[in-house]
């Protein structure tokens, strides 16, 4: 099922573009989590991590070398980033389109918020 972000692919709706390739496309979260949060995503739709197969391999590293690049132009890449895939419920994803988080330009703390005393999983 299409997401907002083929929307975005298709230039259906606006979004703060950073970088496209044939491959792959960039641009800022509506929501940002940290001074540069930027959303790298394959134009291909795969909906979860669990979807990824063999013949995604090129596309999947090309987010991997366009984070690379993003972070370089953002002036974030000496000083750290963190890459994040969140996957279904668990993982707290969100739109099933699967994309990577670049998040950066401050310290970004722990990796995982300290479990709430209700949490029991
Ligand atoms: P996730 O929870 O990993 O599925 O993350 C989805 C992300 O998409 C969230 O950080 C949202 O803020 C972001 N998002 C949702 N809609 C848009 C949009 N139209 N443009 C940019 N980012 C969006």
Do not use: W
Not at 32 to 46: G, S, T
Request: proline share 5%; charged share 25%; aromatic share 4%.
């Amino acid at each position: 099922m299409s997401t907002i972000f083929s929307k975005i692919i298709a230039k259906e709706i606006p979004a703060d573009i950073v970088y496209e390739d044939e491959l792959a496309l960039a641009f800022r979260d509506i929501a940002p989590q940290a001074p540069v949060h930027i959303l790298i995503i394959p134009k291909k739709e795969i909906p979860t991590a669990n979807d990824v197969a063999d013949g995604d391999e090129a596309t999947l590293g090309r987010l991997f070398t366009v984070a690379a690049k993003i972070a370089r132009d953002e002036g974030i890449a000496e000083n750290g980033y963190r890459l994040i895939v969140n996957c279904n419920e668990h993982g707290g994803q969100e739109v099933f389109h699967l994309h990577m988080h670049l998040l950066g330009g401050r310290r970004l703390g722990p990796m995982l918020a300290r479990k709430l005393a209700s949490e029991d999983g």
